[in-house]
């Protein structure tokens, strides 16, 4: 097996572990694997391997990898997971199946209105704020239940959770304090009426928290493809 295909077979078994530990049906935790930094032919053998769900930071960076993956585009699923800038949306709604960055109702109005009617509508979670940083993107908890309500109505939008990134911490115990609050937020949407099924939470370093704390998508890149090196363009 290459590397990346031992590595996701690792963060497989890391997911299927912590559900059984959370008492959890290990097929109620999707894995998506965080592309970002590394090239398309690393993407092409994380599918080689048996992964589908590829997530992208920067826009274009991902358009580059999604063209360059055209041939096996029918069996890819490609998610913006990066702050989404207004004048970035309308290739992330061209070309992307999922956003999971949404944190203000005018990005959420441009991508419905410049979604293609030939596609579905774009799956799309709103990226909810847990640890009150004012300088972090995403919406603040208060205000999540407003936000879903107006994005849930938008025509070419299937809205289907939230996204959290909390701040890193240390320690099983700390990290799922802070991915239960995530989890509080997307609770008391649902009970309110909206339909959700997407509670993406958790990285590399902290998705045995977030599974125990209820995720249903963990977003990893390190534990699949290694460090990063952002000294690189993109
Ligand atoms: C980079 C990134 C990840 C992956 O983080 P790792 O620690 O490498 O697993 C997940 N989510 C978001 C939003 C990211 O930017």
Redesign the pocket.
């Known amino acids: 097996m290459t590397m990346i295909g031992d590595d996701l077979q690792q963060v497989n078994d890391r997911i299927a572990k912590a559900c059984v530990t959370a008492g959890r049906d290990p097929a109620s935790v999707r894995l998506l694997a965080?592309s970002?930094t590394f090239d398309s032919d690393a993407v092409r053998e994380a599918h080689a391997a048996g992964q589908s769900a590829f997530g992208e930071?920067y826009v274009q960076e991902g358009l580059d990898k999604i063209e360059a993956l055209t041939d096996l585009r029918s069996s890819l699923e490609w998610h913006c997971?990066?702050p989404l800038q207004s004048n970035k949306t309308r290739p992330v709604a061209e070309h992307f199946d999922w956003v999971h960055s949404i944190d203000r109702l005018k990005i959420a109005e441009r991508l419905s209105a410049q979604r293609p009617a030939h596609l579905p509508p774009l799956n799309v979670c709103l990226q909810v704020n847990v640890d009150g940083g004012a300088n972090k993107s995403g919406v603040p908890p208060e205000e999540a239940l407003a936000l879903a309500r107006a994005v849930a109505a938008l025509p070419q939008l299937r809205l289907r959770g939230l996204m959290a990134?909390p701040e890193p911490a240390t320690g099983f115990e700390a990290q799922r304090e802070l991915c239960l609050r995530a989890h509080a937020v997307y609770q008391s949407i649902r009970d309110a009426g909206i339909e959700l099924d997407t509670l993406s939470l958790g990285?590399?370093?902290d998705l045995e928290a977030a599974i125990s704390a209820g995720s249903t998508m963990v977003?990893?890149?390190?534990?699949i493809f290694g460090g990063r090196n952002y000294a690189k363009p993109g």
């Not at 977003?219 to 534990?223: E, I, L, M, P, Q």
Request: proline share 0%; hydrophobic share 50%.
């Open positions: 965080v970002k930071n997971i990066g990134i990285m590399s370093a977003r990893v890149g390190t534990a």
